[in-house]
């Protein structure tokens, strides 16, 4: 069963997807579970509103979606309490996107969220590609920081700091490598730097078409066994198991 490691819902100032068109979008690419966050607005400041937009979709499609937590960390013990409900329930990973809730990827106000993370055994999606915010050498500083977390580097540094993440293979024990506004250039770079086990593919949707994006990953992984560990198995690895049947 393939899994879309990343995609929104909601109606946000740029982007805008239901669950049904979602599910379309699934169906047509063949598709079997998203991984749902909500949009921007939702993100940054609406977090309960946005976990409640998701908990709703997980449950009314408990086959097909399951959810990611938004908690802005300069909410202090507010953001604590509201990601520890979402986990409750039923969220079963956390977003984190530095521009959009103003900080350093690796600073260390994110830490409390980090911890709770880690308690739930729940994976973190973290935006990467913004200069000085978010870029891919700061998910390898956190996941440094907490070894017993799983972190999912968003768009693995696309478009300016895929490299980096060559750079740091050998730090990546507990990262996995997000394929959305990824080309076959950086695929075959990947592939060339013996990454394909880190790799999982996240569309983006609505920002991407998820049949297309597959299209494009198995143009470059084109042995069925690397097409099935970026597809399936290696997001399953990233959430141990514990959350996708």
Not at 24 to 43: E, F, L, N
Request: glycine residues 6%; charged residues 20%.
């Amino acid at each position: 069963m393939k899994i879309d490691a990343h995609v929104f819902i909601g109606t946000g100032k740029h982007l805008q997807l239901s669950v049904d068109d979602l599910l379309h979008r699934m169906d047509d690419a063949d598709v079997g579970m998203a991984i749902v966050s909500p949009v921007d607005h939702y993100i940054s400041v609406n977090n309960i509103q946005g976990n409640d937009l998701v908990i709703n979709a997980i449950k009314t499609h408990p086959d097909r979606l399951i959810g990611r937590a938004v908690a802005n960390p300069w909410y202090g013990e507010k953001a604590i309490k509201e990601l520890e409900r979402a986990f409750s329930e039923g969220l079963t990973g956390l977003m984190l996107h530095a521009p959009y809730q103003g900080f350093r990827l690796s600073d260390h106000i994110v830490d409390p969220l980090l911890t709770v993370a880690e308690k739930y055994q729940a994976p973190v999606y973290a935006h990467t590609g913004t200069a000085g915010l978010a870029e891919p050498l700061h998910v390898i500083e956190l996941a440094r920081r907490f070894p017993k977390l799983n972190f999912i580097m968003g768009h693995s540094g696309s478009s300016d700091y895929s490299e980096d993440v060559v750079f740091a293979k050998e730090f990546l024990d507990n990262v996995w490598l997000e394929t959305s506004r990824n080309g076959p250039a950086n695929f075959n770079m990947f592939k060339i730097h013996g990454l394909t086990h880190r790799i999982v593919f996240g569309s983006s949707a609505p920002e991407y078409i998820p049949k297309i994006e597959i299209e494009t990953l198995c143009d470059v992984f084109t042995e069925a066994e690397d097409q099935t560990k970026i597809l399936s198995v290696n997001i399953r690895e990233a959430y141990r198991g514990r959350f996708i049947s």
